[in-house]
């Protein structure tokens, strides 16, 4: 007897623990759940925590309070300028009504299913309406904002928040890389050329300008100089003349005796070889030393006239 009811304690037991297994479930901190009865929402829950349900006619639903990630398939897309585009995006979402979102889309996996074709629509909206140009550069984070937006204004009634959505890559068909590519690379050739051509103008321009002022520069030094020269040269004769007018004697002597050493100078550096005679009017004040020839009264410094000797 105590056998049998100590068998029928064990199954009692047993029987408790399934029944409390089943009423109770826990919620993590990454979770929130649906309680459902007979398929209707009886309780949303957000909170963690241990929690309890009628067994055999309750059931528990968990959601993802987490950003949830969507990478969608690539696309192509014509844009405005008539280039066909290869897009590839993706999206980040949170669930923010559960109700909403079990009674739309019951789960991620529907969820994932209806935004991507919300997704797949807007993007080919507002690719279309852009240039190849304004999405791969100019307006790229503009378009990418209203994408959001539109995304976010149609999944509100999925009981959920679209957080971001992101052109992860818009390209060119691989069979047309290559074709682009290479127009590309003409024109960068081709603005280049006309850069060079614009540069080697002005080069020819400003060395004309140099050249030409170089010609007027050197032109007024010449002149200058000449006149400069002229001035020096008038004024050496008015002090060889007013010399001359004070003492011709002296004068005379002085010329002379600059005349011997350029002459006698340039015979000792090997220069014009001078035969002359020892009487000559040349050496006359190697004769006397007031310049008089034999047989001749008065030095030719004397006379009027020019000096006696010249360099």
Same mark, same amino acid.
């Given at each position: ?105 019951? %789960? ?47 999944? %509100? ?87 001359? %007018? ?66």
């Amino acid at each position: 007897m105590s056998s049998a009811l100590k068998t029928v304690g064990i199954i009692a037991v047993l029987i408790l623990l399934v029944v409390f297994y089943s009423a109770t479930f826990v919620v993590s901190q990454t979770q929130q759940a649906l309680v459902l009865r007979f398929g209707g929402v009886r309780q949303v829950i957000s909170s963690p925590g241990l929690y309890f349900k009628v067994p055999l006619i309750e059931s528990v639903v968990y959601l993802d309070k987490r950003v949830l990630d969507l990478n969608l398939p690539e696309q192509e897309v014509i844009a405005s300028d008539q280039k066909r585009l290869v897009v590839d995006a993706f999206t980040r979402y949170r669930i923010t009504d559960p109700v909403r979102f079990y009674q739309t889309v019951s %789960n991620v996996a529907g969820a994932n299913l209806r935004l991507a074709n919300i997704i797949n629509s807007t993007v080919r909206q507002f690719v279309a309406d852009a240039t190849f140009t304004e999405i791969v550069r100019t307006r790229r984070e503009e378009l990418m904002q209203r994408i959001r937006q539109e995304v976010n204004t149609q999944a %509100n009634g999925l009981g959920i928040s679209v957080v971001d959505v992101r052109l992860r890559r818009v390209d060119l068909p691989q069979q047309n890389s290559q074709a682009v590519f290479q127009r590309m690379q003409t024109e960068r050739q081709r603005e280049a050329a006309d850069i060079r051509a614009q540069g080697s103008e002005l080069a020819q321009g400003i060395r004309a300008r140099a050249d030409r002022e170089v010609t007027v520069i050197k032109a007024e030094a010449s002149q200058k100089a000449e006149t400069l020269r002229g001035e020096g040269d008038a004024e050496s004769n008015r002090i060889y003349a007013e010399a001359y %007018n004070r003492d011709p004697s002296f004068f005379a002597f002085f010329r002379s005796m600059q005349a011997y050493e350029t002459g006698l100078g340039a015979q000792a550096a090997g220069g014009t070889r001078l035969v002359l005679s020892p009487n000559s009017d040349f050496f006359r004040y190697f004769v006397d030393p007031a310049g008089k020839l034999p047989g001749q009264a008065t030095p030719p410094a004397a006379r009027q006239g020019a000096p006696a000797a010249n360099p």
